[in-house]
């Protein structure tokens, strides 16, 4: 093969320049906008802006809407995880048992996966209305359901609506890894052991453990970070700053708020959050939890 | 009654394919029959529906007196090795033997010296804390073996266990798994597509092809005495020589050659066969040909050659000297030659 040997020592950076362009303005400028923004405070109308240490960190830590945020996140991100991970393999077991029409349970199951967040807020609206939601009324009959005013109420809107897609991700997850199971491990189980559930529990579901933690870490952050157009299409924190996530949190108080130097607090304290769910990812799980 | 026995078995998948085709076949206690055959032939399906892992499209299997075609694979007393061996990942090599045990409810101390003992006899006890994934091909089969062994079934079924060890190793096992058969005394059926295995391992031996017996007997009955075109060429290595020729007041044409079979018979669409080792080379021969080319395989050796426009193998001791290009005579005796009719491909 011929080598292309550029005469200037220039060229590569004009090659490189639109790639890197991209991630200064994008990425790099808004973390450093970010810290910045983190560290001092400004005046609300733009006026003037003075470095402030921690502040911004002190504040949100005694702001008890801080906490709300964060209990709503953790819990919102655990109930999700467990919703969308046991009714994802539950509809990937059953599809990989069916022996007809197998793509089509495939197909429609996947099929939410690929709508927007906020589109599914938004038909999540039409069901949880006051005026003609569904499923409002169908709760509201059953329980006095109304999450404009109970808090309980205002989580099951929104897990139901932030889980719903998510399962579709679980699904195919589920089913890659089932799927990647050797036939004849499954085989030699049906013939060490008769009940259907217990060899489920003893064989398969160990061996769908890398596919179990990575579908955890993944609906972590989703729950998290991905879940802002449903919080935004359906409750907007209701009743109060309830259902607030962090993320959604962040944008209303310096968006809304005009309160930058809040949010640039809030968005190193999820940086580092991140930064813990990766390291935990990688020593972890990465590592361990492949038997092959 | 026979210990297993499988009537008019047929096996049709649900795409179509007919996999097994009124199957027949009586297995006693204790013996060790060897499914062979091609790919493709059948085996693996016959085989896995004796385990349960296959629904049986039609006919019947009992074992131990006990129809079994609607009867849990757990609970016929079977146990199976699998080509890939088919360890559970997750779990070390005891647990993988101690777990269908466990599943029936026997208890720790039991299972532990059933396992224990296993292990020992296969020697894989400095292996037992171990996972599938650190053990080496052989010891997986080892393993493999163990979990068949320490059920104490009715019957062992083994599809092609040896099929992913180097020749070596192979041969060892080989030697091991008759080893064993015989000490437990337990019956067994092997499936395997390699002619060499069926013959030293078979007490007896099924030939199969495209889902349907072609003959069953004793290695010794099979190689000496094939019923059919398919078994004479399937059994034997090297294959045994087939001539298409006519047949007049038994005297086979081969082209311009002539060969005398030791009875007086007329067909005019045959096929007879011989194998490479019942072709002697003597001065005195009646046929002369030219040897093509020479395979040296040691004490032994191969020549190919032609004779009337086809071409045929003989095998015989190397200390003769014969080499390529070189012309020899040799003979036939009549009754080592096997007579097929090619209208039916049935022996004569
Ligand atoms: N699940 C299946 N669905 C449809 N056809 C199948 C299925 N399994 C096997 N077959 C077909 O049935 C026939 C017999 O297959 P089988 O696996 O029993 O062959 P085999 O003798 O074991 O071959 P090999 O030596 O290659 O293992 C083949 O033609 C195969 O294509
Ligand atoms: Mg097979």
Known sequence: ?292 | MSFLELKNITKIYPNGTKAVDETSLNVEDGEFVVFVGPSGCGKSTLLRMIAGLEDITGGEISLDGVIINNIDPSERDVAMVFQNYALYPHMTVFNNMAYGLKNRGISKDKINSKVNDAAKLLEIDQLLDRKPSMLSGGQRQRVAMGRAIVRNPKIFLFDEPLSNLDAKLRNQMRLEIKKLQRQMDVTSIFVTHDQTEAMTLGDRIVVINDGIVEQVGTPKEIYSNPNTKFVAEFIGSPQMNLFDCSIKNGIAKIGEAQVNLDNLININDASIGIRPDDIQITDSGKFESKANLVEYLGSDMIIYSSIGGQDFSCKLSSKIDVKAGDNFKFDITPSSIHVFDNNTNKKV
Request: proline share 3%; hydrophobic share 50%.
């Open chain 1, 1 to 292: 093969m011929k080598k292309v040997q550029f005469k200037s020592s220039y060229s590569q950076y004009f090659f490189l320049a639109p790639q890197l362009l991209i991630l200064l303005i994008f990425l790099y400028w808004p973390i450093i906008q970010t810290f910045r923004d983190a560290f001092t405070i400004q005046d609300a109308f733009g006026f003037g802006s003075y470095f402030a240490g921690f502040d911004n960190f002190k504040f949100i830590f005694t702001d008890p809407s801080y906490y709300t945020a964060f209990k709503f996140t953790i819990i919102y991100s655990f109930v999700i995880t467990l919703i969308t991970g046991s009714i994802g393999l539950l509809l990937a077991v059953q599809a990989n048992n069916v022996l007809h029409g197998k793509n089509v349970y495939k197909t429609l199951l996947i099929w939410p996966y690929a709508i927007a967040p906020a589109v599914v807020g938004v038909m999540a609206n039409y069901f949880f209305s006051e005026r003609f939601g569904l499923l409002y009324h169908l709760f509201n009959n059953l329980w006095g359901f109304n999450w404009y005013e109970d808090v309980f109420d205002a989580y099951i809107y929104v897990v139901i609506a932030g889980s719903w897609k998510q399962i579709s991700a679980n699904f195919i997850f589920f089913l890659a890894g089932l799927q990647a199971i050797q036939k004849t491990v499954i085989e030699a189980s049906i013939i060490d052991c008769k009940s259907n559930i217990r060899r489920f529990w003893t064989i398969t579901f160990p061996l769908l453990m890398p596919t179990t933690f990575f579908l955890i870490i993944i609906n972590i952050t989703y729950a998290f970070f991905d879940t802002f157009g449903i919080i935004d299409t359906t409750t907007i924190g209701a009743p109060g700053s309830e259902t607030k996530t962090l993320v959604y949190k962040a944008y209303i108080d310096g968006f809304k708020g005009l309160d930058l130097g809040s949010a640039g607090a809030q968005s190193i304290m999820m940086m580092l959050i991140v930064l813990v769910i990766t390291i935990f990812q990688f020593r972890y799980i990465e590592g361990k939890i492949h038997y092959n």
